[in-house]
């Protein structure tokens, strides 16, 4: 089975302050591994993903996360936010070796508050 | 593309009576799916489809039945509404392919009282 734990269930930053949203996995098997946004009374919008290759990967807005394999961390990051990106973010984790379901598993998600 | 569509938006029920969430996608996604979201806990797969006529239990499908005669649609029903219920219910579907990318409808908020 697997598991996302996110760390803070809130993360309060200023306008143009860097921000690091935190996500750790439980897994016995190869991972792929997502960042999703939700903004108010919408739906979820893939930020980015990783399935292989680079560990650091590059998603839309100017957000990034890194695979770290050793720590299990999924990490999403972004230099400078706005007003804008405030908001909701869940990590999720699926697994290749899943051919059947491809069902994603939610961490129960990190609110964004960006302030003036 | 529309992309997933999800009606209703809102709903309020009592408790008892039943309804059908409507979900549909025009990607021709094998893959389709229902979640929960309550506060504070995340998104919980409820129902999954890998296709036309093949449907399959979650983590959470007690109180809740699904069909999927169609490529495109994918309905979840309550048929004794329970408090319990109440929550924001979201469809998702995905292709075949080695993404694993899950596209999201916007939402149906149901509550029930």
């Known amino acids: 089975a697997q598991s996302v734990t996110q760390l803070d269930s809130q993360v309060p930053v200023f306008e143009e302050a860097p921000v690091e949203l935190r996500c750790n996995y439980s897994s016995s098997v190869s991972v792929y591994l997502f960042w999703y946004v939700q903004y108010p009374n919408q739906g979820l919008q893939l930020l980015l993903k990783?399935?292989?290759?680079?560990?650091l990967v590059k998603g839309i807005n100017g957000f990034e996360a890194e695979f770290n394999k050793s720590q299990t961390s999924f990490h999403l990051r972004k230099p400078s936010v706005h007003i804008s990106d405030t908001a909701e973010y869940f990590c999720a984790v699926s697994s290749p070796v899943d051919t059947g379901r491809r069902a994603l598993t939610f961490g129960s998600g990190t609110r964004l508050q960006v302030q003036p | 593309n529309a992309g997933v569509t999800q009606t209703p938006k809102f709903r309020i029920l009592k408790i008892g009576q039943s309804m059908t969430l409507q979900c549909a996608q025009d990607?021709?996604?094998?893959?389709m799916y229902w979640y929960r979201q309550d506060p504070g806990m995340g998104l919980k797969l409820i129902y999954y489809?890998?296709?036309?006529?093949?449907?399959d239990k979650g983590e959470v499908p007690n109180g809740y039945n699904v069909s999927r005669s169609t490529t495109e649609d994918f309905p979840l029903r309550l048929e004794l509404a329970a408090p319990s219920q109440t929550s924001v219910y979201f469809c998702a579907s995905s292709e075949s392919g080695k993404s694993y990318e899950q596209y999201f409808g916007p939402g149906t908020r149901l509550t029930v009282t």
């Open positions: 990783y399935l292989s290759g680079s560990t």
């Open positions: 489809s890998v296709g036309a006529g093949i449907t």
């Open positions: 990607m021709n996604h094998n893959y």
